[in-house]
């Protein structure tokens, strides 16, 4: 089955620098990549996603970028502030949707004011 | 909208017992799956349902039960509990058309 590694695990940086978590899958038929952050006691929201089809993806201070042949994407996440501290987790499907999502251990990301 | 409701939101459980986690989405949405969510583990699928009366496994199906007799109720139930269910469980819903999974608040359950 798919399988899903994140790296960092934990990731701790400063005030207005960038931040970047890497994931790679193992099935080529993956074609659908959402990020979720949770923060401390709630749920896991989603931030950006990118369909197969696409290179990158951006929103705001926020970008997603996917290489195909290599089987790894990224989050970006520019001008960091306090508030993006938080865990993000990244996923796979190979349906296209949310039904059957595979997520990687996620990444806590700390950014220091 | 409530969007994606769980019940009870705390549960101590002895090891043996069973009992039925609950959810409920407003949405209308197809989908609807559970995942638990261990320290250091991520989220992993339990079970996962793409519409009334279909249900499939996901990643650690063992130990679950669902049934979707509704598009709009999705209960897990666990058949005997062990401590190794321990666990912060979500319920997620989302559609074919716009994939986002909305999630629900999560059960924390703990089972001595």
């Known amino acids: 089955g798919e399988n899903v590694e994140q790296h960092p695990s934990t990731l701790s940086v400063q005030e207005g620098d960038s931040a970047v978590i890497k994931c790679t899958y193992s099935?080529?038929?993956?074609?659908?990549f959402p990020w979720y952050k949770q923060e401390l006691g709630k749920r896991p929201q989603l931030i950006i996603d990118?369909?197969?089809?696409?290179g990158e993806k951006k929103d705001q201070r926020i970008a997603v970028t996917l290489n195909k042949t290599a089987k790894h994407f990224s989050l970006h996440i520019t001008e960091t502030q306090p508030e993006d501290s938080a865990v993000y987790f990244c996923?796979?499907?190979?349906?296209?949707?949310?039904?059957?999502?595979?997520f990687g251990k996620g990444t806590k990301l700390t950014v220091n004011p | 909208n409530a969007g994606v409701t769980q019940t009870p939101k705390f549960q101590v459980l002895k090891t043996g017992q069973s009992m039925t986690l609950q959810c409920a989405q407003d949405?209308?949405?197809?989908?609807m799956s559970w995942y638990r969510q261990d320290p250091g583990m991520g989220l992993r699928l339990i079970h996962y349902?793409?519409?009334?009366?279909?249900?499939d496994q996901g990643e650690v199906p063992n130990g679950y039960n669902v049934s979707r007799s509704t598009t709009e109720d999705f209960p897990l139930r666990l058949l005997s509990a062990a401590p190794s269910q321990t666990s912060v469980y979500f319920c997620?819903?989302?559609?074919?058309?716009?994939?986002?999974?909305?999630f629900g608040q999560g059960t924390r359950l703990t089972v001595v």
């Open positions: 997620a819903s989302s559609s074919p058309r716009y994939p986002e999974a909305f």
């Open positions: 099935d080529s038929a993956s074609n659908y």
């Open positions: 990118i369909r197969s089809n696409v």
């Open positions: 996923a796979a499907s190979k349906k296209g949707g949310s039904e059957k999502l595979v």
């Open positions: 949405m209308n949405h197809e989908y």
């Open positions: 349902s793409v519409g009334a009366g279909i249900t």
